[in-house]
């Protein structure tokens, strides 16, 4: 009888704490690393509100339920918030009570349409495929992708030559998803404005581990650091 | 003392149905992961069939179509269905190699069709020749259009399953490629090469637009050391330590513009970075440099930074250079120059040339667009005047500044425009209208922030 008793309790005690740490990644990761970029006041609605709500009920100055609708109670909390922390007491999100809250504000004039988003996946590939490389590679790293862009034998796309099936091993192997750092950056962005160390190169390969036969036959270029390139 | 016998076994019977469930559960996951990812296959496949049998149907039907409208209409059809196609094409999981020809051959069926839309608009019906290139077009597509309804029968029957073709590595490719998928296609990349006419059009994919050589790089050939003096001398002999060639490859004239290329160590090496060069090898010309160094503490305007950038283009001998937008990150600015020939801007024939606002030091030059673009052009007379022009605008458009432009077109075409820079609902715009015809041919929206412009 006792054993089944410590039996039953440990497998419950495991299961539970398995369950728990499940839930608990899945909540924290929906309200993590958030951002807003417009300023909220009475009546606006969405999910960067619930961002709002979320953070003053979890600090106490809210109560009521988290469901994206600024109204009165929201509007109460934030002044509540507002003159707590020496803000200018509007019951409005702004910049600066957004900063407080512990969210990114990001003003509108910097939304809408920018390349950063792409020089930004471009230096993601650009980081895990030729990290270790001297800059001028990864520039031309940079540059075969966009090389690719536009040729015909590739997609049309940056973001379709990065994730065209089996093309990049760093795709494949999930480096890509490493943050990068300030010269791949650097390099990306270099590539999209027109630096092309590549000559025109489609295809680069590091003799060392390229598996493939065929990428021999291809006409060699220059040699930059580990890769090859070349059409 | 019966419990201390059943403690150790009875802990491990648990941890024994612990990784059971938890083996079950990952291979559940695993299955179903498996199974969305051949879903996802199978629906792409079926949609890219419907896009090139489109394309197929489409195709005979512009050979036969007498009007102008039905004509453009399909066109513009076969246009998003190649487009389309492709798309699907190069997102299945099928290796580079064995798809390229067809990539290639559906990017280029709906960029030919895209430049037959334009000449139609412009007054050119099809000629016979356009029609023969359409005629050999439809007959491709249909051959791989039974292709892929074969395949699509043995995917009915069961013989083919995605996963089989999963992507990973080329060892797993090479592998895949004995499947079914690969061999249907290899088939018709073998057809396209012996079968396919080569497509002479204007249009950003076509073959001469890509094979295009540079115009700008003048006669002389230049040995290795004398290129090494012109990269030195341009970098300031002062600052290089050391300076080493890259490797060339054995089909090094497969390059846009064949080059040596050099990395310059420089003096300071405590404080600075390599420096990259490259110098053509046909002219002896400074193609681009780049001076990764990192700039810390901005000490000079936009304006400061500009003074530099227009000195250093004098004084390495480019003139008539006009700056014309520029882009402000990492502590540099780069400007965008494009040179100007009696009052016309050629965009075509631009330099970049990026400067650190810490010292005003030139970080950074590109002048690959200029050297393959850039020869003594016999710029033609505009047929209409400036106002003739400002009637093609639309009435309400807030006109700030007018000039003369030559502009790109398809490729390699340079067609002299009036450039109206000026403000709609808020925004702001370039409308370009052709002098000479007094076509309004493109349009351009102006995005300011606070770190340039852009201009798409």
Known sequence: MKKLVLLVSVFTLIFFSIYTSYINTNTTAAYKDYSINRVLYWGSRGDDVKQVQYRLLKWGYYTGRVDGIYGAGTYRAVRRFQRKNGLKIDGVVGPETAAALGLNFKSAASRGVTRDDNVYLLARAVHGEARGEPYIGKVAVAAVILNRVEHPSFPNTIASVIYQPGAFTAVSDGQINLTPDKDSIRAARDAINGWDPSYGSLYYWNPATATSRWIWSRKVIVKIGKHWFGK | ?456
Request: proline share 3%; charged share 30%; with cysteine.
């Open chain 2, 1 to 456: 003392m019966k419990d201390k016998r059943w403690f150790l076994p009875g802990i491990l019977g648990l941890a024994f149905i612990v990784v059971l469930v938890w083996g079950f559960v990952q291979y559940d996951t695993k299955n179903d992961y498996k199974k969305m990812l051949n879903n996802e296959y199978q629906r792409l496949f079926y949609d890219m069939k419907d896009n090139v049998e489109n394309v197929q149907v489409n195709l005979s039907k512009v050979l036969l179509a007498e009007s102008k409208d039905l004509n453009i209409l399909l066109l513009s059809q076969i246009w998003q269905h190649a487009l389309t196609a492709q798309e699907k094409l190069s997102q299945m999981p099928v290796s580079h190699k064995d798809l390229s020809k067809t990539e290639k051959f559906l990017n280029q069926a709906a960029d030919y069709c895209y430049s037959l839309i334009q000449a139609y608009l412009d007054g050119k019906p099809i000629t016979s020749k356009q029609r023969h290139a359409l005629f050999a077009l439809q007959d491709n597509a249909s051959y791989l259009s039974k292709e892929l309804s074969d395949l699509h029968n043995k995917i009915m029957k069961g013989n083919l399953n995605f996963n089989l073709v999963r992507r990973r590595e080329d060892r797993e490719l090479d592998r895949a490629n004995e499947n079914i998928m690969n061999a249907r296609l290899t088939k018709f990349e073998e057809k396209i090469t012996n079968n396919y006419p080569e497509l002479i059009y204007d249009g950003p994919f076509s073959d001469q637009v890509l094979n295009v050589k540079p115009r700008g790089l003048g006669g002389n050939i230049v040995d290795v050391n004398e290129a090494k003096e012109i990269a030195k001398k341009f970098v300031g002999i002062k600052k290089v330590r050391k300076i080493t060639k890259f490797e060339e490859g054995k089909k090094s004239n497969a390059a846009n513009i064949e080059a040596y290329t050099f990395s310059i160590s420089p003096e300071n090496m405590s404080k600075e970075r390599a420096i990259y060069i490259s110098v053509s090898k046909k002219g002896g010309k400074i193609i681009w440099m780049m001076n990764p160094r990192p700039v810390d503490r901005k000490k000079l305007s936009i304006n400061d930074a500009l003074e530099y950038a227009k000195r250093f283009l004098e004084k390495k001998g480019y003139k008539g250079m006009e700056p014309n937008y520029l882009l402000k990150f990492d502590g540099v600015v780069l400007f965008n120059f494009a040179y100007k020939d009696d009052n016309v801007t050629i965009y075509a024939d631009n330099i970049k040339v990026k400067v650190a606002l810490d010292n005003g030091e030139i970080v950074g030059f590109d002048a690959a667009a200029y050297l393959k673009s850039h020869y003594d052009r016999d710029l033609p007379k505009p047929k209409l005047t400036e106002e003739e022009a400002r009637d093609r605008v639309k009435l309400d458009f807030d006109i700030e500044n007018v000039r003369l432009a030559l502009i790109p077109k398809n490729g390699i075409k340079e067609i002299l425009c009036y450039e109206f820079k000026g403000k709609y609902k808020g925004s702001n715009f370039i409308v370009y209208i052709n002098a000479e015809t007094g076509k309004e041919e493109k349009i351009l929206k102006v995005i300011k922030d606070e770190n340039g412009i852009l201009m798409i």
